[in-house]
Antibody, heavy 118, light 108 residues
């Protein structure tokens, strides 16, 4: 079955970087986009960006431009999301989500909790 | 790009129908048939319920339906059940994805 398995929870200090992984299985990795969406505690969903695992092209939300990098490793069917210069407002659950097309997400990972605290 | 506008909360009794609205602009909701709806139970990942305004993924109950009129999209849930109690988010795609603020559905 289609699965997205994300890496475990992280605790980081302000100013540090975090790299979250999302390993895909059960489908052809390069045939679907991968989105990253985050959700701060008690808040709504916030789209961060998208990567095309086929060629590696990316598109980021303006809010995260310059701070986020999405990459992929086709040999392990894994995508990565790295967020730098962390601040307390980045404390959130980070989800990867598969996109058959760029406009929607049909399968979601369980989420990775990132806590930014001094 | 601004978030789409959803009511903070809606409620209904079992068996009733409810509708959640999602208002954008002619540049997003009104301009493209790329509206999606997601259901999220507490502590869980979101689940796709509707895509491309009115298409239902395999496995999603036909009690869930989507529509659009002008700059406002709507999610209707008929025959309300206790398990439908959750947060619901709409999203729209232009060249980026924008979510609504979310609506908490309470089944009375």
């Amino acid at each position: 079955q289609v699965q997205l398995v994300q890496s475990g929870a992280e605790v980081k200090k302000p100013g540090a970087s975090v790299k979250v992984s999302c390993k895909a299985s059960g489908y052809t990795f390069t045939s679907y986009y991968m989105h990253w969406v985050r959700q701060a505690p008690g808040q709504g969903l916030e789209w961060m960006g998208i990567i095309n695992p086929s060629g590696g092209s990316t598109s980021y939300a303006q809010k995260f431009q310059g701070r986020v990098t999405m990459t992929r490793d086709t040999s392990t069917s894994t995508v990565y999301m790295e967020l730098s210069s962390l601040r307390s407002e980045d404390t959130a659950v980070y989800y990867c989500a598969r996109g058959p097309l760029r406009n929607y997400m049909d399968v979601w990972g369980k989420g990775t909790t990132v806590t930014v605290s001094s | 790009q601004s978030a789409l506008t959803q009511p903070a909360s809606v409620s209904g009794s079992p068996g009733q129908s409810i509708t959640i609205s999602c208002t954008g602009t002619s540049s997003d909701v009104g301009g493209y048939n790329y509206v999606s709806w997601y259901q999220q139970h507490p502590g869980k990942a979101p689940k796709l319920m509707i895509y491309d305004v009115s298409k239902r993924p395999s496995g999603v109950s036909n009690r869930f339906s989507g529509s659009k009129s002008g700059n406002t999209a709507s999610l209707t849930i008929s025959g309300l059940q206790a398990e439908d109690e959750a947060d619901y988010y709409c999203s729209s795609y232009t060249s980026i994805v924008v979510f609504g603020g979310g609506t908490k559905l309470t089944v009375l």
